[in-house]
């Protein structure tokens, strides 16, 4: 049987994959939300068990909006002016990270935003390629290629398997995690000589060290590992369990019956918000919560029965506002015993 061309290009990049399993992939955005913000850099360095570097990859990358203030994310207003599309690097990222275990910080937002970017890239090609077809008069023109969304073989998210191994951490940056590790980084605390280096080298140090926290993170204890099949968009961009996502759009069976009295059962349409600060898979709490016919919230509000959080000295975010609002926390172990439990109002 004759090799191809594609066939030999194919069996070459298999072999890079299986050289380097993974891929590390660090981001630059103008915001936190991928339905409301763009990327403007992105940098991914493919690597091996023994933690030797594959093939390194860094791009600056022009949305053609507004690139956002320059102390977020590093980059001047001329400097994403010469940036490339997103279209023009996405076969280099698939490239990359097709096949490959691709370590993250945050896998919400930083797979949202390769997500939300590779989408739209696709979209904006697929338009272009309808309008060249309604064309008369102008002969054949070559249809637009930009690649797909990226295709790893899984998505291992350094921050959530802190979460999930009760690292304590005073920042919840990389840098913070990587000392609590013992990790050698520098404070995640901003500083005036850090502000005037390059972005390419913050980022790239940045993706060095992620390489660095996901070998100390997975001697530590349990991986945070999701397959990018299991995950889909909120209204946010965000990548989300299907579980939770389902659960954000769930209706509310139930009326609300107020805040949670510690001491006294739940009661079915209870308002539960998961804190971040929890070692129990989110995914298997907030399955609880709808089995239980309570009903999930991602957002803390004034309508918020209880908060399920581990954490109960130095609070912070969600746990911190219930705190504030008089809001219970329950920790994961006893909420779970607590869904067993749970009334209706009548029997509350």
């Keep these: 049987m004759t090799m191809t061309n594609g066939d030999t290009e194919q069996d070459a990049l298999a072999a890079e994959v299986t050289e380097f399993p993974f891929a590390a992939v660090t981001i630059q955005a103008t915001g936190i939300h991928p339905s409301t913000a763009r990327l403007v850099a992105v940098d991914v360095l493919t690597f091996n068990e023994d933690g030797e570097i594959g093939e390194e990859f860094h791009a600056v990358l022009n949305p053609g909006s507004d690139p956002g203030p320059h102390h977020y994310h590093g980059l001047t207003h001329e400097e994403v002016a010469e940036g490339q599309r997103f279209s023009q690097v996405l076969r280099t990222l698939n490239r990359l990270i097709d096949g490959r275990t691709i370590v993250v910080h945050n896998a919400p937002r930083v797979w949202g935003f390769i997500v939300s970017e590779a989408r739209r890239a696709m979209n904006a090609a697929a338009r272009t390629n309808r309008s060249r077809g309604r064309g008369r008069g102008r002969g054949r023109r070559r249809r637009q290629r930009v690649g ?12 959530a398997s802190a979460r999930r191994q009760q690292i304590p951490l005073e920042d919840t940056r990389l840098a913070g995690l990587a000392l609590a590790l013992k990790v050698e980084a520098e404070s995640p605390v901003a500083t005036v000589e850090r502000a005037r280096q390059p972005e390419h080298e913050t980022t790239r140090e940045t993706n060095d060290i992620l390489i660095d926290v996901f070998f100390a993170i997975r001697d530590n204890g349990e991986l945070s590992t999701t397959l990018p099949a299991d995950l889909r968009a909120d209204r946010f961009g965000l990548q989300r369990s299907h579980i939770r996502v389902d659960a954000m759009e769930a209706p509310r069976p139930h009326p609300n019956p107020g805040v949670h009295v510690i001491g006294r059962n739940l009661v079915r349409g209870m308002e539960v918000v998961v804190a971040p600060e929890v070692e129990v898979d989110p995914d298997v709490l907030i399955e609880a919560t709808l089995k239980a016919e309570l009903v999930y919230s991602e957002k803390l509000t004034r309508t918020t029965s209880l908060v399920v959080c581990n954490e109960t000295t130095d609070l912070r975010g969600k746990a911190m506002h219930a705190a504030r609002k008089g809001i219970p926390l329950l920790a994961d172990t ?11 109002r009548a029997g509350r």
């Design 148 to 159: 797909h969304v990226p295709k790893p073989a899984a998505i291992v998210d350094t921050l």
């Design 334 to 344: 006893a909420f779970l015993d607590a869904v067993s439990r749970v009334q209706n």
